[in-house]
């Protein structure tokens, strides 16, 4: 799910028919004018025929002998790509995708801590460990504060033992990441700290119970921060 921003002019092109397409500029079933496209963008065919390589491995548009290059339905675009995230987030979708995330953690992270306290090692310990020190040094550092608690909740899903949970990451970090820059945008949530420790001592103990009911209590504090983020958006 590698991300386009900042690769010159075709990850400039790849960027803005992206946003145009998710954010419903351009409509599900629309033929695209690669050559008018191109001439708008100031770029050649072959870079246009480039972005568009890019914007099909994310589902979001198909060609066809004579219908020409069109945007797919909704329904086969790649919606855990952290680029088609980003433009969700950009394009007015954030509430949607925010909820849908929320529902997802609240599935899988209790569960997940839960088997992580009974079948953790002193690999994972140190994983779930490093990461809280991070997050701790992190404070004021939106950059570090996101690495670090992608870290931990990558470490928490390692720590199941679960090769198939382990792999939720690829679902759940660039939802995650986007969350937590929403979050600290905004300048008033509350230190993630200590409810990430409680998760980690839980876990440490083997206090199954007790590390989903940690995770719980996590998640509910998530919601607090991003209502509070949705309520007061930042500015600037």
């Known amino acids: ?41 100031d770029v050649s065919l072959t870079v246009m025929r480039e972005a568009l390589k890019v914007l099909a491995g994310k589902g979001l548009i198909d060609a066809r002998q004579k219908r020409g290059t069109f945007v797919r339905p909704r329904s086969a675009w790649n919606l855990l790509d952290a680029d ?7 394009g007015g979708d954030g509430r949607r995708l925010m909820r849908d995330l929320a529902d997802i953690r609240a599935v899988v ?33 939106l950059a570090a504060e996101e690495e670090a608690d992608a870290a931990f909740h990558r470490a928490l899903l390692a720590a199941t033992g679960n090769e198939l949970l382990a792999r939720l990451e690829l679902i759940l970090e660039p939802g995650l990441r986007e969350r937590d820059r929403l979050v600290h945008a905004h300048g008033d949530a509350d230190d993630p700290v200590p409810s990430h420790r409680r998760v980690l001592a839980a876990i ?31 500015h600037g």
């Open 109 to 141: 992270e209790p569960a997940a801590a839960h088997r992580a306290a009974l079948r953790r090692t002193g690999a994972d310990l140190a994983a779930l460990e490093t990461a809280l020190g991070a997050m701790e040094r992190a404070r004021g550092d």
């Open 1 to 41: 799910m590698a991300s386009y921003a900042g690769r010159g002019v075709h990850g400039q092109v790849v960027q803005r028919l992206g946003a145009r397409i998710v954010a419903g500029d351009v409509a599900e079933g629309d033929i695209l004018d690669v050559r008018a496209l191109g001439e708008e963008l």
């Open 204 to 234: 440490r103990d083997r206090d199954a119970a007790g590390a989903e009911l940690a995770m719980l209590d996590l998640l509910a504090k998530a919601a607090e921060d991003l209502d509070r983020a949705a309520a007061h958006p930042a």
């Open 84 to 90: 088609v995230i980003r433009w969700r987030m950009t």
